[in-house]
């Protein structure tokens, strides 16, 4: 008997939106889902650019470059948001004013009004919602949530993160929209420390307050002439002002009694995409990088004292969360597959009429602390969370 269809408009083609397509075009050729996904219709600006994304990233044959009607058709179950930040909320509205479930990439929205506008929107419209906290699906940082739950590290202490890149580190690299706070509404502080609120939220839990700072190091930049995919650009004649941070760092109380660290910059040469987080509890500690993304290190201090230390689990055996469905061990999988593993959820969760995770609830949170600690920067003082 065929499976039921979820139809997929996706609004976005660039970076984002490359990897939400592979997602959807892979998610059927590995994990068994209740439904067939159709990967319907793509929305974007510049009407032969758009055609010929589509056709190259899979697309079925029509294109439109108006969102407004695209989230109104008939022949879409399921909006996928993947554009710069400040349309995600107008997007978002639309489509579940339309009787859409909604996929959005991070951050959320702009700022937490429009986060709780877009809350306020799904609820009403009752569909279901999601948001693209990718990492999430890396089996390594599922397995640290699975030992976690075990009890086997104790009562959590510390939760200590950061997210490192470097490609802005030149001058000369142009203007682009992540650079604009009316586009991108922050820097480094809502394109990474997000991720790296996200996962502490996902294993260590709710954060209740937080005080940091914030830095932009270069001011000025050329212009932009042309967005060339993934962190590239070309450069153009005279100069804009960065509105936005270039790093952020902040402490953070968290409301099961636990401390943390967060700092997230672009400015750290040698760091091409260095997620990573240590948690220390009572019982041992884990470890995390993402640019060695199959392996979780754990201390287990119930080891015999001179066995004691950290250890290297490669995250690829098939009891591993979400292994099953790709290789045997030891034949490692990459940054496409935390995407696979996110759409796995996402329309499994859809199809069984439950609440995808992470979700709008989850984007709402992570908006709140990444606005508390923006606050805590100009009043100088611990900023509670309130979402």
Not at 4 to 18: C, D, S, W
Not at 29 to 40: A, I, K, N, R
Not at 263 to 274: I, L, M, Y
Not at 327 to 336: A, L, R, V
Request: glycine share 10%; net charge positive.
């Amino acid at each position: 008997m065929a499976k039921r269809q979820l139809r997929v408009g996706l609004i976005g083609y660039m970076f984002m939106g490359t990897a939400h397509s592979n997602a959807y075009r892979q998610v059927g050729h590995f994990f068994d889902l209740p439904v067939e996904v159709v990967m319907q219709g793509l929305c974007g600006l510049g009407e032969a650019q758009l055609k010929a994304a589509g056709q190259k990233l899979g697309w079925r044959d029509y294109y439109e470059t108006d969102y407004r009607k695209f989230v109104k058709r008939a022949d879409l179950d399921l909006i996928d948001i993947a554009v710069s930040n400040n349309m995600h909320a107008e997007m978002a509205i639309a489509a579940a004013k339309a009787g859409k479930h909604v996929y959005c990439e991070k951050p959320l929205a702009m700022n937490v009004a429009e986060a709780r506008r877009m809350v306020k929107a799904v609820e009403k419209a009752g569909v279901k919602h999601a948001i693209s906290f990718n990492y999430r699906g890396a089996p390594a940082v599922a397995l640290a949530r699975q030992i976690i739950d075990e009890g086997r590290i104790g009562r959590i202490f510390h939760w200590r993160g950061q997210y490192l890149q470097d490609w802005i580190v030149d001058p000369k690299f142009p203007l682009v929209w992540r650079l604009q706070k009316e586009v991108a509404g922050s820097g480094a502080h809502g394109d990474l420390a997000a991720h790296s609120i996200d996962l502490a939220h996902f294993l260590v839990g709710d954060i209740a307050a937080v005080v940091g700072d914030m830095k932009t190091f270069i001011t000025e930049r050329p212009r932009l002439r042309e967005a060339a995919g993934g962190l590239r650009a070309r450069r153009a004649a005279g100069k804009g002002k960065v509105t936005v941070d270039d790093a952020s760092v902040f402490l953070a109380r968290f409301a099961n009694g636990a401390i943390g660290t967060f700092e997230a910059t672009r400015f750290a040469p040698g760091h091409k995409n260095d997620n990573f987080f240590e948690i220390n509890g009572s019982k041992g500690s884990l470890r995390f990088c993402f640019e060695r993304m199959n392996e979780l290190e754990f201390y287990d201090r119930g080891d015999p004292p001179h066995l004691q230390g950290f250890r290297t689990i490669q995250a690829t055996d098939p009891k591993h969360p979400y292994v099953h469905a790709w290789w045997p061990p030891g034949h490692i999988i990459g940054y496409e597959h935390t995407f696979i593993d996110t759409v796995y959820n996402l329309v499994t969760a859809i199809a069984r009429n439950k609440l995808p995770s992470p979700n709008f609830y989850d984007g709402l949170k992570c908006q709140a602390v990444l606005e508390a600690a923006a606050q805590s920067v100009a009043s100088g003082k611990w900023e509670k969370v309130r979402a």
